[in-house]
């Protein structure tokens, strides 16, 4: 009975303002945006009682920026954003995957294209995991389904970006950003690497440290490209993170990640009420994506059916991961729009009988 | 098994948001699983306001749903766009000062509750939703009305404690409503 006081009804922006906190976030750098102004909200009014920096910039521009410059004095730090916000920040991201910076980015994404709706999307997907800047570079992408995993994917981004040097992304969606929901904040050691990299100030006994994106030299510049992509090479093999759903009997796998994830465990549970053997594998990071685990379903299952809140972008992958070897199909309403557990259940049965 | 699928609606300021939040976190407190779904955005200035509640002994699968177990209505706009929404056996408790008109269903049990009067008479219009939500609980005890005074002893900020018994007192009444409404 002890923890009871660690247990919280929040908001998914709320959990995560409070998680980033008590994972000893030295700095926060952002401009407020709905779905996630509660992030700022939150962190300004916890500021004055507790020791970290949360600090309004004048755009999205300027807060990336200011995150490269506190990672690379080794601070722990994070911004957050949504979807139009997050692309005013995507040449910042992509000096900070160069300088090889740990940091944690969040996108709470709501509907567009353009400045969109304020409701929630998965149609920042593509722009996550694809590359959202220029160049050469991966994030690692945490994509959380409830408000729970909205507080512990913060502290388990913080740990990642710092084992990689790598800046980590968590794409939520507006409804999991602004429903509230049971969360246990559970007692836990805050480890904190040390950072020799850092430009901390050139002591006497070791050489100047310098962080940059501009590396002028081709050679040069491939030497770092080949070190990008040996790293990205290490963390497609040890951080793929997915969850199984009723897949050890199933026919038929739904794939879907975040708020799409929670409405298609109903439609798992509708259909299995009607005797239809449906799963669901949901992807957990969308970088590294876990194809693997795709690719060995797809030998005993008949058909995949791939749940958006977009036009049809994961399905890409899904497909790349499948190989050929199954129909794969994608249903996805758009503009804010949440489709009902029933209505993706028809479209899914639907989809079936083509099979 | 409790797995009770409540659409909470109407104007923006009547309470509805908080009426969710406050039923939600009792349901935590009792040890229950709850999620708690605003619609946000344009409409919440000044038009409709609403909220999915769900509260549940097991897993909360989808934190949206199209159709409820119960309906707390507060406005005729409500009454309108959920009233058809509401599972065969379930209920709507409805504001009875401001819906003039409500669900003609027979397959559902509808109990009208004069809220707003009730809390004229208690010199506090705001604590009409929770005589709506003190009615609610008498006609379903999903949980108790102490487990509703400790969430809002948690909920309310210290300098508002103050308000804690008027809170009790409109939950009460709305009980006494809803037998009356039987």
């Not at chain 1, 409804?175 to 020799?196: N, S, T, Y």
């Not at chain 2, 909920?155 to 939950?171: D, G, S, T």
Request: proline share 5%; glycine share 8%; hydrophobic share 40%.
């Amino acid at each position: 009975m002890e923890q009871k006081d660690d247990i919280r009804l929040m908001k998914g922006n709320e959990a995560m303002a409070e998680a980033a906190i008590q994972a000893g976030m030295d700095a926060y750098f952002g401009y407020p945006i709905t779905p996630q102004s509660e992030v700022l909200e939150y962190l300004t009014r916890e500021m004055p009682n507790r020791n970290f920096l949360a600090l309004q910039a004048e755009s999205e521009v300027a807060s990336i920026n200011m995150v490269y410059g506190a990672a690379g004095a080794g601070a722990r730090v994070m911004t957050s954003s949504s979807s139009p916000g997050w692309s005013l920040m995507q040449e910042g991201v992509s000096y900070i995957a160069s300088a090889q910076l740990p940091c944690l980015l969040v996108n709470v994404n709501r509907g567009g294209p353009g400045l969109g709706t304020i409701q929630p999307s998965q149609g920042d997907y593509f722009q996550a995991t694809k590359g959202g800047g220029h160049g050469d570079y991966r994030l690692l992408v945490l994509a959380p389904n409830s408000v729970q995993e909205m507080a512990d994917f913060v502290f388990l981004g913080f740990e990642l970006a710092d084992k990689y040097r790598t800046p980590v992304l968590m794409l939520s969606d507006g409804a999991i950003g602004q429903m509230m929901e049971r969360v246990i904040f559970h007692k836990r050691e805050i480890k904190k690497i040390d950072k020799p990299w850092a430009t901390t100030g050139k002591p006497k006994d070791r050489e100047r440290n310098i962080i940059t994106s501009l590396f002028i030299q081709p050679e040069k510049m491939e030497k770092v490209n080949l070190e990008l992509m040996k790293k990205y090479e290490e963390i497609e093999k040890n951080e793929v993170r997915y969850e199984e759903i009723m897949t050890e009997d199933a026919e038929y796998i739904i794939v879907a990640y975040g708020l799409s994830a929670r409405i298609s465990h109903k439609v798992v549970i509708l259909a299995r009420e009607k005797g239809i053997k449906l799963g669901l594998l949901r992807p957990i990071t969308l970088w590294p994506y876990p194809s693997e685990v795709l690719n060995k379903l797809a030998d005993r299952v008949k058909g995949m059916f791939v749940v958006e809140l977009n036009a049809g972008q994961m399905i890409e992958d899904v497909r790349l991961a499948v190989n050929g070897k199954i129909k794969v199909a994608h249903y996805g309403r758009m503009g804010g729009i949440i489709p009902s557990p029933e209505e993706v259940e028809e479209h899914f049965e639907k989809f079936i009988k083509t099979l | 098994m409790l797995n009770e699928e409540i659409i909470i609606a109407g104007f923006g300021g009547q309470g509805v948001l908080s009426m969710g939040q406050t039923l939600g976190y009792a349901a935590m407190v009792e040890g229950k699983n709850v999620s708690w779904m605003p619609s946000y955005g344009p409409e919440m200035r000044g038009g409709t306001a609403n909220c999915i509640t769900i509260v549940s002994d097991s897993t909360i699968s989808s934190p949206t749903v199209s159709r409820f177990d119960t309906g707390i209505l507060l406005n005729q706009p409500s009454m309108e766009k959920f009233g058809d929404r509401i599972k065969k056996g379930g209920i709507i408790v409805y504001e009875s000062t401001n819906i003039l008109h409500p669900s003609e269903r027979k397959d559902i049990g509808i109990y009208a509750i004069p809220a707003a009067d009730a809390a004229n008479k208690l010199n506090n219009v705001k604590v009409a939703n929770m005589i709506l939500l003190g009615a609610y609980l008498e006609k379903k005890p999903i949980i108790s009305i102490e487990g509703v005074m400790e969430a809002l002893k948690k909920v309310l900020p210290e300098r508002y404690h103050n308000l804690l018994p008027i809170n009790r007192k409109a939950l009460e009444v709305g009980a006494e409503l809803m037998k009356k409404a039987n």
